[in-house]
């Protein structure tokens, strides 16, 4: 995007997500709405099981890092209560079910307890409470003050927008339906990069061949 918001470049990508063994690996069948040929989507299917066979005999780097971040998104997700004042804004609908919608700005005085943590003293939005299940299924979130990363070569600029959407599963599993970032980040302090993220997940299927979730993911960038 430019200084304008106007679309520069669009980029799309469609990816079949398995998760096996605590961690996801995606397969890729189309780029910018086209399917991938023959051989393209041969080669992607081999690298594929090369993938789930080292990770089922070996285990792997990707199933430790992934179970790391969900580890540190739980310790953040536990500082909620104390990080925000929350006040109940109203009601509404989500895929055909009634919410609760709370407020959250962030509260005076509260200390992060870890550097993970941080981040939530420079964030507000609302989220989003199915008044049946009690599950959070919707939180829009912005940014109010700069976000550092990788020691201030990443930051992330005020007014940067976050949405993430999850759906209770026929199961009763709570998978994601849609995650979308939309904002400006200025990376190392020469390049600023504007850009919009909407990634959806649809097509959630159980392989019968084992006990994982399979799902079909679109990803557009600008």
Known sequence: MDNDGRVKSVDSTLHDVVISHGAP????LAEDGRRLDSGQSH??????????????RDGSGEQR???EELRDRRVAMRQLSDAFHWTLHGTSMHCGQPVWVLRARPRAGWRPPTKEARMLSKVAGEVWIDQRELRMVKIDAHVEATLSFAWFLLR??????FRFEQIRWEDGTWLPRRAFVKGEARIAAIKTVRLE?????????????????VASVKGAGQ
């Open 25 to 28: 690996y995606s397969r890729l």
């Open 43 to 56: 080669r992607e299917e081999e690298r594929m099981v090369r993938e789930l066979t080292r990770s089922a």
């Open 65 to 67: 890092a992934f179970q």
């Open 156 to 161: 992330i600029q005020p007014g940067f927008l």
């Open 197 to 213: 993220i909407d990634t959806q997940y649809s097509g959630y299927r159980r392989n019968q061949n084992e006990s994982r979730i």
